[in-house]
């Protein structure tokens, strides 16, 4: 099995200058690159990732910290990182902290030490609590923006403030807002969004919250949605929304329109409903770009502030 030693006499250079081609091509001149590649290709080579990430003090895993596995708005984000991090040679861990306690930061600091950086997503932790998180290594956070820390957010606020006035120009007069998790950064981006909208356009509306993002959440506001005499609802995620519709339905209110994803409206056939469409995978990519950026893995920098605009259909 060749060496890297082998591939270093057949270059004509160093052993060191050769794992830092392979490794650290950044540092080494194109040409020399160029032919410290062409020797590993003849003699087929393959270079120990593991081995290299350790020479320079890494482990080759970045964590993904998330606030619970129930949420199915992670799940892309999760899938879009994994695939960023694999082109890095890189692994992905996934962890579940809510960051909602000073006890949490404790489990990120004792993670640290096994990891070489975090994307945190942290929508109820205060400042203090998350800042405190992103101190042990490089760190990127996820849908939310703290002044100072690099971070990557889907910028579902001023949709749901287009939401509003589509649904407006569609003739709903009575509008309500059925809001997220107590505490949760991107609902209070939201709620502003909407009650912009909402002024602006003269309807009227009604704010419902905290709920927790799932079904039978959404299943419990329907007696309060019906109570605020509402034709049009915007949750704050699309669980929600699926347990608010199966309660309407199940009392046979065909009449109040629900937003959702686009493909909860396609799958469902429910006509001319305005949709939000958050690419959750593109946001993971963002992030972990970012993140490469911080640890030093890309030559080409990555923005520190990241807002990716959410389409609606």
């Not at 923006?145 to 589509?166: C, K, N, P, Q, Y």
């Not at 959750?280 to 080409?300: F, N, S």
């Amino acid at each position: 099995m060749p060496t890297l030693a082998d591939v270093a006499a057949l270059a004509g250079v160093s052993k060191a200058t050769a794992s830092r081609a392979l490794g650290r091509p950044d540092l080494a001149a194109p040409e020399t690159v160029a032919r410290v590649r062409a020797a590993a290709e003849q003699l087929g080579f393959v270079p120990n990732r593991a081995a290299t990430q350790l020479a320079r003090g890494r482990t080759g895993v970045v964590a993904v910290v998330v606030p619970t596995l129930d949420n199915t708005f992670f799940t892309p984000i999760i899938g879009g990182a994994q695939a960023r991090a694999a082109d890095s040679g890189m692994q992905l861990t996934i962890a579940v902290h809510s960051l909602e306690h000073a006890a949490h930061v404790a489990a990120v600091e004792q993670l640290a030490h096994q990891v070489d950086g975090f994307l945190l997503t942290a929508p109820r932790g205060s400042d203090e609590i998350v800042r405190a998180a992103a101190s042990f290594k490089p760190t990127v956070l996820i849908d939310r923006e703290i002044e100072g820390m690099t971070s990557a957010v889907a910028d579902t606020a001023t949709a749901f403030g287009t939401l509003v006035s589509r649904f407006v120009e569609m003739g709903h007069e009575r509008i309500v807002y059925i809001g997220g998790p107590a505490g949760s950064w991107q609902d209070r981006q939201r709620q502003a969004a909407i009650r912009a909208a909402a002024g602006a356009s003269g309807a009227t509306l009604t704010m419902l919250g905290p709920y927790p993002s799932t079904f039978a959440a959404g299943v419990e506001t329907a007696e309060a949605v019906l109570a605020a005499r509402a034709t049009a609802v915007v949750p704050y995620a699309t669980s929600i929304g699926l347990g608010l519709m199966f309660a309407l339905l199940h009392r046979g209110i065909r009449d109040v329109v629900v937003s959702s994803e686009r493909m909860i409206v396609e799958s469902l056939g429910l006509g001319d409903v305005p949709a939000i469409d958050v690419d959750g995978e593109k946001l993971g990519e963002v992030a972990m770009d970012q993140l490469m950026t911080l640890l030093g893995e890309r030559r080409e920098p990555s923005p520190a502030r990241r807002r990716l605009t959410v389409p609606i259909s």
